[in-house]
């Protein structure tokens, strides 16, 4: 089979691009296609592909400025030629499900989110906004939801990375999907070294990640806090931080392991359609301190492998530390909880799921045609 697989954009290796290095596994012929693409900041795996872009790749400082480029999305997605492909596989957490295909050409979405900053979560990207820049950027998602909810009838079938994403997809789009769990590499991610006494972060520093509810909550609780992570966030959140929270920027997936392996629990303030990291730092043995919201109440069970605070506050936060203070969370547990989500049980998901579906799509067309 001629195969395409489509992305929005990438800059990194986050969890959207995990799942990409899994379906290359899957389909190792398939052609890569996205928005936008900095080669030297993803894996090897994908560096291999054969790669198409959109003209916004041309455009200036595309992969700094490409959210300014949004209204022009819609054009860029159905540029791509994807007529001449058997199967096609978009994985979007943006617009790129929304790609043309031949009527014969069975497309499946794995869907991270529906556009967040588009539907539910707007006032959480752009709280920090210059006003007039903000209402600009109101007003284009306006524009962008309509044409996404329109252009989501091009999915022949959705495939939803939590229960959570389930319920969005089916609220937003009005449409049914099947939960896989994305992959998480538990044969990299093992528990080793003593623990230490230090909480830790790892994410990406904007405003939604809500970093500064735990900035705050720590600048009270006065143990170590390690924040792993850049963005656009860091310096305001230096600014109210106390000596005993340290920012170490971005370090590799080894640095990182280390870091997992050692600490006391991973602090996660915010609201995530999944999230890959809690179910790192479980693998790696450590339990996680969590916002009780999204996908955390999938992957982390409560007073086993984790504890939960129930409200974005610090003051909430706090609590919730003070709490955990009192437990004895069993390593091995959070290590068992973890090897739900590995790679080879995506990979099987994934491909069973894809092979059932494609034999209905075929036996549909079928007796459309006959008919």
């Known amino acids: 089979m001629k195969i395409a697989i489509a992305h929005d954009w990438m800059f990194s290796m986050r969890g959207g691009e995990k799942v990409l290095e899994c379906l290359f596994e899957l389909f190792p ?14 894996s090897n795996i994908i560096k291999k592909r054969k790669v198409i872009t959109s003209f916004i790749q041309h455009l200036p400082l595309a992969n700094k400025l490409y959210k300014f480029y949004l209204p022009l999305i819609p054009f860029a997605v159905e540029s791509f030629y994807l007529m001449d492909y058997d199967l ?3 994985s979007s957490h943006c617009l790129i499900k929304s790609v043309i295909t031949a009527p014969h050409t069975p497309h499946f979405c794995y869907c991270h989110a529906p556009m ?10 752009f709280k920090n906004t210059f006003p007039p820049l903000k209402w600009l950027f ?3 998602l306006k524009m962008l939801r309509k044409w996404d909810i329109a252009t989501s009838k091009r999915v022949d079938y959705f495939l939803s990375n939590s229960k959570n994403i389930q319920g969005k997809i089916e609220k937003y789009y009005h449409r049914t999907s099947s939960v896989i769990y ?3 590499d538990t044969d990299f991610f093992l528990p080793s070294g003593d623990k230490k006494d230090y909480y830790l972060i790892v994410s990406a520093l904007v405003p939604y990640k809500k970093i500064d509810i735990a900035v705050e909550a720590f600048n009270s609780f006065k143990k170590d806090l390690i924040i792993i992570g850049e963005g656009p966030e860091m310096n305001r959140l230096r600014k109210m931080a106390e000596n005993n929270i340290k920012f170490l920027g971005w370090k590799s997936d080894k640095e990182i392991r280390v870091y997992y392996q050692n600490c006391k629990a991973l602090v996660f303030p915010g609201n995530e359609d999944f999230g890959i990291v809690p179910v790192e730092v479980q693998a790696c043995g450590r339990p996680v301190i969590a ?24 003051s909430s936060l706090l609590e919730g530390l003070r709490e955990f203070e009192l437990m004895d969370i069993n390593s091995e547990e959070c290590r068992k909880n973890a090897l739900r989500f590995g790679r080879e049980r995506f990979k099987e998901e994934f491909k069973n799921t894809v092979d059932i579906k494609i034999k209905d799509f075929c036996k549909e067309r079928f007796f459309k045609n006959a008919y």
Request: aromatic share 18%.
């Open 29 to 42: 012929t398939s052609d890569l296609y996205v928005l936008v693409f900095d080669r030297k900041r993803v």
């Open 291 to 314: 916002f009780s919201k999204g996908g955390v109440l999938e992957t982390v069970v409560e007073d086993l492998t984790g504890h939960f605070f129930h409200s974005q506050t610090p």
């Open 182 to 184: 994305p992959p998480v």
């Open 116 to 125: 967040r900053y588009a539907y539910d979560m707007f006032d959480d990207y």
């Open 138 to 140: 109101s007003f284009m």
């Open 88 to 90: 096609v596989i978009s």
